[in-house]
């Protein structure tokens, strides 16, 4: 009996199927809310376009409904992703369909350059595709639309479908969307002290506890992990240098992160009587300025950082060349 059950197992993780970490009442709010974005988006298609028409349009908003009302805390249901990402899709479709009169290449580069668009404009929404692909092989009554497509229906019914989103999840305390306002009015919990290291069994209870889908398994979330405190250990050290205009990270995470920038320093080689007066640059709990003395500073400084790409990293001190005799 081991022995099928190892193999019954092992299917499991090739096939990749997922551990069910939501609760039941979480699953059919899901459901409601999908089929609550559909009828509007159905509505709206029908009265614009025929029924041919309007199922084309189904065929990629009710991809988005399943993303708005099942993970809408993910990256990829946000507002920017769903508007952006069907819009610019529209926009290369349409073109395709019109500068390439060959179906095949038009409808295979529609979908291409739709996701380089939305990689670049950071609007990865994957019924785009079909949004894109409809606008080619749509047929004469999508065709005869030309760029008016993207505004209707595309652009109506991706925004009524946000609208939906927004009100029908904001029902729900735990699943407010967008997923910014999951986080506001939460209070930061104090961190655990003694050394207490999270293991794999306390990030699969805190997936559960969340009781919404997460587009990551407890085995990534581990490895992503591992790799965080990997990073972590390069730079250990509290920053004793403190340069006016740099930017530095108290090192937390989730809510406790924060970034704050030197505005101005005075003294401060004088740890209890100088001043540092800062200025909260990202996280944090709100308070936008400061001062405190260059010892409280660097106590809560865990390093430098700069930002690259759209992201915060720690700065890299390239330590000054020694010439030999």
């Known amino acids: 009996m081991s022995k099928v059950w190892r193999i019954a197992r092992e299917c499991y993780a090739l096939l990749g199927i997922p551990k069910n970490t939501t609760t039941h009442t979480e699953k059919l709010v899901s459901s409601a809310g999908a089929f609550i974005g559909v009828l509007t988006v159905y509505a709206v298609s029908s009265w614009y ?9 189904l065929a990629s908003m009710g991809a988005t409904a399943v ?27 349409v073109t395709c369909q019109l500068v390439i009169p060959n179906l095949f290449w038009a409808a295979a580069l529609s979908v291409g350059v739709a996701v380089a668009a939305m990689y670049y404009l950071r609007c990865i929404h994957p019924p785009g595709g079909a949004t894109a692909l409809a606008a080619v092989i749509g047929g004469p009554e999508l065709h005869a639309l030309g760029y008016a497509y ?27 969307y967008p997923a910014h306002w999951s986080h506001i009015g939460q209070t930061p919990q104090p961190q655990p002290r003694g050394g207490i290291a999270l293991t794999q069994e306390d990030l699969a209870a805190a997936m559960e506890r969340l009781n919404t889908y997460v ?11 591992e790799l965080a405190s990997e990073h972590a250990q390069e730079h250990v ?57 260059p010892e409280a500073f660097r106590e809560w400084a865990r390093f430098e950082v700069v930002k690259q790409n759209g992201r915060w990293v720690k700065r890299q001190h390239v330590e000054p060349a020694r010439c030999s005799a």
Not at 68 to 91: R, T
Not at 151 to 174: E, K, Q, R, S
């Open 237 to 293: 050290t509290h920053p004793q240098t403190l340069a006016q205009g740099s930017f530095y990270s108290n090192g937390e995470v989730g809510k406790r992160w924060c970034v704050r920038q030197i505005i101005k320093v005075e003294n401060p080689e004088q740890a209890t009587t100088g001043r540092v007066a800062y200025k909260t640059i990202a996280g944090g709990d709100g308070a936008d300025s400061g001062l405190c003395t």
């Open 49 to 57: 376009l025929s029924n041919l028409g309007a199922l084309l349009m």
């Open 215 to 225: 587009d990551i398994s407890t085995e990534e979330l581990v490895e992503l992990m």
């Open 150 to 176: 993207v505004v209707t229906p595309v652009l109506i019914n991706a925004v009524n479908l946000v609208v939906a989103a927004v009100v029908f999840n904001g029902f729900f305390a735990w699943r407010r």
């Open 67 to 93: 993303l708005l009302f099942a993970v809408p805390h993910g990256a990829l249901s946000q507002p920017w992703a769903v508007v952006g990402g069907h819009v610019v899709s529209a926009i290369v479709g």
